[in-house]
């Protein structure tokens, strides 16, 4: 670092927290940041609503507990989302059915609005091709 120290160089506030975010390296103070998979996410966020102790977890499983809350806000968060849908019902096939016809129709105008610009512009119309 040119002759300068460690201690010398300064860092904006929150520079830490930005490479860390961006993928910088391990965490500080804490266990080495790490991939976890989906289903190991949710099996660790599964004990944690089953009653097992946050840092008793976070130490077996090497991570940190404001990870392992965070998973668990993440899962409750999509719980509630989900739930909130709606299933499909009768009338969704319908709205897709009428969505189709309201595309044919339009496709339909712009092919006779097409056609009537020609008419109109002198243009000979183009042939009927045989629909075997």
């Known amino acids: 670092m040119d002759g300068l120290s460690k201690k010398d160089v300064t860092e904006p506030p929150g ?12 965490s500080v103070g804490g266990p ?12 660790a966020v ?10 008793l977890l976070s130490r077996e499983l090497n991570v940190t507990a404001a990870r392992l809350s965070d998973w668990r806000d993440r899962v ?5 989302t989900a739930l909130k849908e709606r ?3 009768h009338r969704d096939d319908e709205i897709s059915r009428l969505k189709g016809k309201v595309g044919e ?3 339909e105008n712009e092919l006779l609005y097409e056609k009537i610009d020609r008419l109109e512009g002198g243009s000979p119309l183009a042939r009927r091709r045989s629909r075997r």
């Open 15 to 26: 520079s830490a927290q930005r490479s860390q975010e961006a993928g910088g390296g391990g």
């Open 32 to 43: 080495p940041t790490r991939r976890v998979s989906a289903k190991r996410k949710l099996a």
């Open 46 to 55: 599964k004990r944690l609503q089953r009653g097992e102790a946050l840092e």
């Open 76 to 80: 409750e968060r999509a719980a509630e």
């Open 87 to 89: 299933s499909r019902d």
């Open 105 to 107: 129709m339009t496709m």
